[in-house]
Every structure is written in structure tokens, then in C-alpha cells.
């Protein structure tokens, strides 16, 4: 039987990296994106001359409005897995930070998942051992300096995993989080080269980590092998935090 999951901001660099990883299990993928369509064209290209047997279906959907996260559930039928994975890190001082921001960072982190899922758990709850995973941050365990907003919104993802997950257990359906450490995506552009080594040098293994390795811990979780893991967040680090 063909499998189902959608990826939200499956444009950005850790999506690109699920997608792929995903795509090479025998995933069929909804690829959700909002402003970087080229992004998509270019990675359903890549995965269907490597895959002829997958379905690839993109869906555009702007997260940060209301209508967003109906607009991307109503384009779900057959699902088996949601995978959150959209974001943005606004990064500067608490005090700087606008009212605007904050409900954008609110809205696409926390309420457009929080509202998308609870509009396909009928959907998922056809599959009893369906799986959710949301894309939370280091931040979200301990808190960030200069990124307050981001932190915060991270923290509330895991609260909801481990809330969420609980109300579920029953049915078979888990929920689980990721929490990235440092990543070599675009994310970390706004950060200098010398600003980009002092902050390996605080990492115990010493360097920045792979999109790879995010879309390997997803893999993991979707599978089969993580049938009896769920409400946790998988640290994801280098032992930066522990």
C-alpha cells in the first residue's frame, strides 16, 4: 500500500534534505512551499529522474495567514505522516522586536501547525500507526539571547508534542519532535565566516550539523522502528545541549 506524507517548507534547506531522504524509502510526498516554487520544481525534477515509481505533488500555501493552513489541508487526501519543517529565525535584541513579528512568528510556528494538523487528524487516524513530527530548535530547550520570539515559539512546538502526543497514544498515532542544533542551511547566512567558527568551536564535536542528519532522524521516526517513541524531542546537536 502507497504511504503519504506531507512536508511543510519542503523548499528550505533541512525540507530539501527530508524530501530526499524520505523519497529514497518509497514516500509518497505532499511538498508544501510558499515563496521559493523554483526550489520545488528543481527538486521534484531530481527525485523523479532518481524515483519513477513516488508520487510528487506540490502545494503552495502562505503558513503566515489564516487561510494558509486550511488552504494546504483541504489539498491532503490519502495521508500517513505530517512533517512540520517550515520556519524563520528572526534574530536581534527582545527589545527591538515589533508586534508584527511576533504574530507572524506565532501564526507560522504555532498556530498554522497546531490548526493544520487537528484539520488532518481524521485523515491520519484511518492509519493506526501514522506518525506526526514537528522541526522545534535547540532554542526551544533552553532559550536563546537575541532570538526571544524564536525560542519562544520553538518551546511552544514541544509543549504541544508532548501534550498532544499523550492524547493520542491510544489510537496508535505518535508525535515526536526534533531539535536541531546548528545546521548548515540558509538559516545561519545573516552570521559572519568568524562568527560561523566561534559557534563550532562551542559544538563538542566541533562543527556544524547536516540537513542529512535532521532528515535522517525523521526517517527514523516515520518508521516502523520507532513504533513505541512518542512525546519525545530528539536532540540533535552535536552535544551542544543536553
Given at each position: 500500500?502507497?504511504?503519504?506524507?506531507?512536508?511543510t517548507?519542503a523548499?528550505?534547506?533541512?525540507g530539501?534534505?527530508?524530501?530526499?531522504?524520505?523519497?529514497?524509502?518509497?514516500?509518497?510526498?505532499?511538498?508544501?512551499?510558499?515563496?521559493?516554487?523554483?526550489?520545488?520544481?528543481?527538486?521534484?525534477?531530481?527525485?523523479?529522474d532518481?524515483?519513477?515509481?513516488?508520487?510528487?505533488?506540490?502545494?503552495?500555501?502562505?503558513?503566515?495567514?489564516?487561510?494558509g493552513?486550511?488552504?494546504?489541508?483541504?489539498?491532503?487526501?490519502?495521508?500517513?505522516a505530517?512533517?512540520?519543517?517550515?520556519?524563520?529565525?528572526?534574530?536581534?535584541?527582545?527589545?527591538?522586536?515589533?508586534e508584527?513579528?511576533?504574530?507572524?512568528?506565532?501564526?507560522?510556528?504555532?498556530?498554522?501547525?497546531?490548526?493544520?494538523?487537528?484539520a488532518?487528524?481524521?485523515?491520519?487516524?484511518?492509519?493506526?500507526?501514522s506518525k506526526?513530527?514537528?522541526?522545534s530548535?535547540?532554542?526551544?530547550?533552553?532559550g536563546?539571547?537575541?532570538?526571544v520570539?524564536?525560542?519562544?515559539?520553538k518551546?511552544?512546538?514541544?509543549?504541544?508534542?508532548?501534550?498532544?502526543?499523550?492524547?493520542?497514544a491510544?489510537s496508535?498515532?505518535?508525535?515526536?519532535?526534533?531539535?536541531?542544533?546548528?545546521?548548515?542551511?540558509?538559516?545561519?547566512?545573516q552570521?559572519?565566516?568568524d562568527?560561523?567558527?566561534?559557534?563550532?568551536?562551542?559544538?563538542?564535536?566541533?562543527?556544524?550539523?547536516?540537513p542529512?542528519?535532521?532528515?535522517?532522524?525523521v526517517?527514523?521516526?516515520?518508521?516502523?522502528?520507532?513504533?513505541?517513541?512518542?512525546?519525545?524531542?530528539?536532540?540533535v546537536?552535536g552535544?551542544?545541549?543536553?
Amino acid at each position: 500500500m502507497k504511504k503519504f506524507a506531507l512536508i511543510t517548507g519542503a523548499s528550505g534547506g533541512i525540507g530539501i534534505a527530508i524530501a530526499k531522504e524520505l523519497a529514497s524509502c518509497g514516500w509518497n510526498l505532499y511538498l508544501h512551499y510558499n515563496q521559493n516554487e523554483q526550489k520545488i520544481i528543481e527538486l521534484i525534477d531530481e527525485l523523479n529522474d532518481l524515483y519513477d515509481q513516488i508520487e510528487l505533488i506540490p502545494i503552495y500555501a502562505d503558513l503566515l495567514t489564516d487561510e494558509g493552513s486550511h488552504i494546504l489541508a483541504n489539498s491532503i487526501f490519502q495521508l500517513d505522516a505530517i512533517v512540520c519543517s517550515s520556519g524563520v529565525a528572526p534574530y536581534g535584541l527582545f527589545s527591538d522586536l515589533d508586534e508584527k513579528t511576533m504574530d507572524n512568528m506565532l501564526q507560522l510556528h504555532v498556530k498554522s501547525p497546531m490548526v493544520l494538523i487537528q484539520a488532518l487528524l481524521p485523515r491520519l487516524l484511518k492509519n493506526s500507526a501514522s506518525k506526526i513530527v514537528l522541526i522545534s530548535s535547540i532554542w526551544g530547550q533552553t532559550g536563546a539571547a537575541c532570538e526571544v520570539i524564536y525560542s519562544t515559539v520553538k518551546g511552544a512546538q514541544i509543549a504541544f508534542v508532548k501534550s498532544l502526543s499523550k492524547e493520542l497514544a491510544r489510537s496508535g498515532l505518535t508525535v515526536n519532535c526534533i531539535a536541531p542544533g546548528a545546521i548548515n542551511t540558509n538559516m545561519l547566512n545573516q552570521f559572519s565566516e568568524d562568527e560561523i567558527m566561534e559557534l563550532e568551536a562551542e559544538i563538542p564535536v566541533g562543527r556544524l550539523g547536516k540537513p542529512e542528519e535532521i532528515a535522517n532522524t525523521v526517517s527514523f521516526l516515520l518508521s516502523n522502528k520507532a513504533t513505541y517513541i512518542t512525546g519525545q524531542v530528539l536532540a540533535v546537536n552535536g552535544g551542544w545541549y543536553t
